[in-house]
């Protein structure tokens, strides 16, 4: 018992109680994504599709639902629009829990993948030369102090999908800091584009990379990376165009234009599933769009607790995660060469989701920014280590504190 006392002493000394007293409300938070949604009922087409595939159908079983639930009704069956990849991944458990006549719900793999995130940023963290302190702070700040707070709080389809996007795109990253196979990076981004294709121009940034560095001794040993990295993205393709074309007879439909959507989503599309028209509007979601006031009744203007919610229709990244705001103090040309890299990629993603006809509604923040955001979060974190030692006290109160305050809103939206 003695030396328990004064292994634990110890231990307080290495870590202050203050840090200690920081760092478990976000903690708290964390447990409490860990266990919400973990058998949400709604939203579970990935298990439904999961369980027609295990048939030997590309289309469900049974009915989903009607407008709202997005289903697409094409030659009298009802099939999905999102990526194939998450109900491929949930089959082998699908299939176990069918042997036992139960229903595996998305939400029971949910801890793994943001598990996964918080370890690809920690270790993204530290190979950008940050202290554990300042790294796991980090890791908190995208988990909870950004829009991923929503989609890891909630199992449904929709953003299962974004989940597990978010878990692809932060392993990439960390495979080409630490690794660098080609081949196997190639595999991710295959895997990117087989859950959202909107997430999947991250390879712009690994074919700039590869097409800049000067490590290899002859040009043909380049080109065989480059084949390593792309062969995969190509099947990939190959196989969307052969899912699209066994479902729709076309290679280039995704059976967007057969869903079954509100009024003011069929207004939307009639512009085109993908225009340019629609960037004004998620714009304005994604950067301008403020939370929602909550007010005593309809003819009053006072407001009552909890005074602001979260709003269905998006809130700006610089209020969910305000830090962001620090990339845009810097000047061009404190941008290398990388940075840059990554900001192409981005920018082409951003595009690609700006142009959508869908703004994601009922969401906390803009989910649909989480196809570009980890690559935004890596040149915040590539730029601040540029210009400093460690994370000065007020980017850490800006990173714990925006979990703190997504949480807050974060109980409207569940």
């Given amino acids: 018992m003695r030396r328990l006392i004064e292994y ?51 289309n469900f079983l049974s009915s989903i639902g009607g407008p709202g639930e997005d289903p697409i009704l094409y030659h009298g069956k009802i099939f999905w629009g999102e990526g194939p990849l998450p109900a491929v991944l949930l089959m082998p458990f699908v299939a176990l829990f069918n042997v036992f006549h139960l229903f595996f719900y998305q939400g029971y793999i949910k801890w793994a993948l943001l598990l996964g995130v918080l370890f690809f940023l920690f270790k993204l963290a530290r190979v950008l030369l940050y202290s554990k302190e300042d790294s796991v702070i980090l890791a908190l700040g995208f988990t909870l102090g950004s829009v991923f707070i929503g989609v890891a709080s909630v199992s449904s389809s929709w953003l299962f999908a974004q989940v597990l996007t978010t878990f ?66 190509g099947l990939a393709t190959v196989l969307i165009g052969l899912y699209n074309f066994s479902r729709f007879h076309s290679p280039f439909n995704g059976g967007y234009g057969y869903q079954l959507l509100y009024p003011s989503s069929e207004v939307a599309r009639s512009y085109g599933v993908f225009s340019l028209v629609h960037i004004p509007t998620n714009f304005f979601a994604a950067f301008l769009s403020a939370p929602q006031v909550v007010l005593k ?114 109980f409207s939206f569940i």
């Fill in 8 to 58: 634990l002493l110890e231990t307080t000394r290495k870590f202050p109680f203050r840090q200690i007293i920081i760092l478990t409300v976000p903690a708290t938070i964390l447990l409490f994504l860990f266990s919400t949604g973990f058998a949400y009922e709604g939203g579970q087409q990935f298990s439904e599709l999961a369980k027609a595939f295990l048939h030997g159908q590309l």
């Fill in 168 to 233: 692809l795109l932060f392993w990439s990253l960390y495979e080409f800091y630490y690794k660098k196979r080609w081949w196997l990076i190639g595999i991710i981004c295959g895997l990117i584009l087989l859950t959202r294709g909107t997430a999947a121009p991250i390879l712009i940034f690994y074919g700039l990379e590869l097409w800049q560095t000067r490590s290899f001794k002859t040009v043909f040993k380049k080109i065989e990376q480059f084949i390593k990295l792309g062969l995969p993205v």
């Fill in 297 to 410: 009744n309809s003819s009053s203007w006072m407001l009552k607790f909890p005074y602001i919610k979260e709003n269905p229709y998006g809130i700006s990244m610089f209020i969910t995660s305000p830090y962001l705001i620090y990339l845009f103090s810097q000047k061009w040309s404190s941008y290398d060469r990388r940075a840059r890299n990554l900001i192409i990629a981005t920018l082409v993603s951003c595009l690609a989701v700006l142009s959508f006809y869908g703004i994601g509604r009922d969401q906390l923040g803009y989910r649909y920014s989480l196809d570009f955001l980890p690559g935004l979060f890596l040149l915040f974190m590539i730029v601040y280590r540029k210009n400093h030692n460690s994370l000065s006290r007020g980017m850490r109160f800006l990173l714990l504190g925006s979990g703190v305050f997504n949480f807050y809103l974060l």
